[in-house]
């Protein structure tokens, strides 16, 4: 028990010293502290704890996925494909293609060649998954005919509840990308249900742009604007607005898109050489850049349409091919509105539109509340609990007190290296495993304590009680372990935050607790000599 290499011995300081510094950071102004930062390796963990919305305060929308913009986007990408396969088997029909609800309808004369598109599209409704993997699933709309020609093509229930479940997941990815660029530290967003998204951005009064940000589906689109020829079932009439929301008039674009939004790999605010009016600078991935270069090349001379959400943001004529992969969104916008639309195509499109179904601003105020109210509960239980162990166990209960500060000291350096963001109840689990760590130490000072009493040695008790109360120790910190695991994967935000800190409690207990005070009282005994254990 009392041979413990110098290796050993300097590795425990080295730790303690070690979480000494990381928190350090915690404690300093944040000017001070980004400043530091700037002089230190990139690799240094110079951050701060992270307070969650309950104890700094912040944003909280709860957001809802909007079913029928799904079911609409499914429905136009379904007559995109029924449009496709009729112009690949040149197959005649009267009228145009139209979509309303869950249902495209296309009326084809001939009953041979409508024959030829029922089978077509009926393998189209197998999923490709399916198809490659050879697996028989429900297929994802339901093909319909009459007598009288017309072919109906119904999106399946199932079809509509998977590319909602998928929207979700997209949604709190593009979501997240679109809080990171506000600069804001760790949101959480996480998903609610079958069909709702929760956002909580810590330290955000005002949500306004937020809201915006959010609530900006950002589905950009490039369109021809439709020849006085086209069919009424071909053609979109959009609007155009100015910078203030003021309609400038209409345009009838084509309902197919040529290029998407999604191939952009970037967009980034400037200025316009000429005007000097903000704008956004694009640029396409080698997909999206080839196509935009095929279209403009085919339609020199045409108006092209930029299309946002359903507005036309402007609809210059095509000068002439434009194949370097890169352009311009020019639309009378302010700075804010070029900044903020530049964020929006980096980070993505939504895949349907988002209805805010709860928003709740939590204030600085109650959220000092919170850390003040923490704060005295640590504190009272950080007293009694050294005053306990000084009153019963003497100089053995100081040197508990010592591993114990350093148990608190080490608890706090792992959530700011692992950037977990502290809530009230994560302060809570460190206050139980301030009881949990004391309780290591009395589980080996009352086996020190029998173990004297049956008239062992001082060295044979000491050794003793360190060894047979390690067990006890391990077995009731590891059903602890578990319960925290638990909680942290099936729970979520306040639930997971106590589960961090519970189990980064527990590890350090073992450290501390086991480790830590058995290099004290080694040192303490080569050092006194005693004749007897006071305890």
Do not use: C
Not at 207 to 217: A, D, I
Not at 332 to 355: C, E, I, M, Y
Not at 373 to 387: C, D, H, M
Request: hydrophobic letters at 45%.
């Amino acid at each position: 028990m009392f041979r413990f290499p110098r290796w050993k011995i300097a590795s425990i300081i080295a730790m303690s010293l070690l979480a000494f510094l990381v928190i350090v950071p915690s404690f300093l102004a944040k000017d001070v502290r980004e400043n530091i930062a700037k002089k230190l390796p990139a690799w240094f963990p110079f951050y701060s704890v992270v307070l969650g919305l309950d104890l700094q305060g912040g944003a909280h929308i709860l957001l809802e996925v909007d079913a029928a913009d799904v079911a609409r986007t499914q429905v136009e990408a379904l007559r995109d494909d029924v449009r496709r396969i009729l112009r690949e088997e040149r197959i005649r029909i009267t009228g145009g293609i139209g979509g309303s609800g869950r249902t495209v309808q296309v009326r084809v004369p001939d009953a041979a060649e409508r024959q030829k598109a029922v089978v077509r599209l009926r393998q189209q409704a197998q999923p490709n998954a399916a198809n490659a993997l050879g697996i028989t699933s429900p297929p994802t709309f339901e093909v319909r005919e009459s007598p009288d020609g017309l072919v109906q093509l119904v999106l399946s229930d199932s079809a509509i509840l998977d590319r909602v479940r998928r929207a979700v997941d997209q949604t709190i990815e593009v979501i997240r990308r679109r809080v990171d660029a506000l600069g804001t530290t760790e949101p959480n967003i996480q998903r609610q249900g079958a069909d709702r998204v929760l956002v909580q951005v810590p330290g955000l009064q005002d949500t306004n742009r937020l809201k915006e940000l959010l609530g900006t589906t950002a589905r950009l689109e490039f369109r021809l604007v439709a020849d006085p020829g086209y069919s009424p079932g071909d053609v979109d009439m959009l609007n155009e607005f100015d910078k203030d929301g003021k309609p400038l008039g209409s345009y009838p674009v084509e309902k197919r898109v040529m290029v998407q939004g999604e191939d952009l790999t970037d967009a980034q605010p400037g200025f316009d050489q000429r005007s000097g009016e903000p704008v956004v600078n694009f640029r396409f991935n080698l997909r999206g850049g080839q196509r935009f270069g095929e279209v403009t090349s085919a339609n020199v001379g045409k108006p092209f349409a930029i299309v946002l959400d359903g507005k036309v943001i402007s609809a210059p004529r095509i000068l002439g091919p434009i194949t370097g992969g890169s352009g311009q969104i020019s639309g009378r916008f302010t700075v804010q509105q070029a900044n903020d639309l530049s964020v929006l195509l980096r980070a993505g499109a939504l895949p349907a539109k988002l209805t805010i179904v709860e928003e709740r601003t939590v204030g600085p105020g109650l959220g000092q509340d919170s850390i003040d109210a923490g704060k005295t509960a640590a504190y009272v239980a950080s007293v009694l609990v050294v005053a306990y162990m000084l009153t019963t166990y003497g100089i053995f209960g100081l040197f508990a007190n010592i591993a114990l500060f350093v148990h608190i000291v080490m608890v706090f350096a792992g959530l700011v290296l692992l950037q977990a963001t502290l809530t009230l109840p994560g302060i809570a689990g460190i206050v139980l495993t301030i009881g949990m760590a004391v309780d290591a130490n009395v589980l080996i000072y009352e086996r020190i304590r029998e173990e004297a009493r049956m008239g062992r040695s001082i060295i044979s008790a000491l050794d003793a009680g360190f060894n047979r109360a390690f067990a006890t120790i391990v077995d009731s910190q590891s059903t602890t372990m578990v319960v925290a695991v638990i909680l942290y994967f099936l729970g979520s935000g306040p639930v997971r935050g106590f589960a961090v800190s519970l189990g980064l409690g527990i590890v350090t207990t073992i450290v501390t607790a086991v480790t830590m005070t058995r290099l004290m009282i080694a040192l303490w005994y080569r050092w006194s000599r005693p004749t007897r254990i006071p305890i």
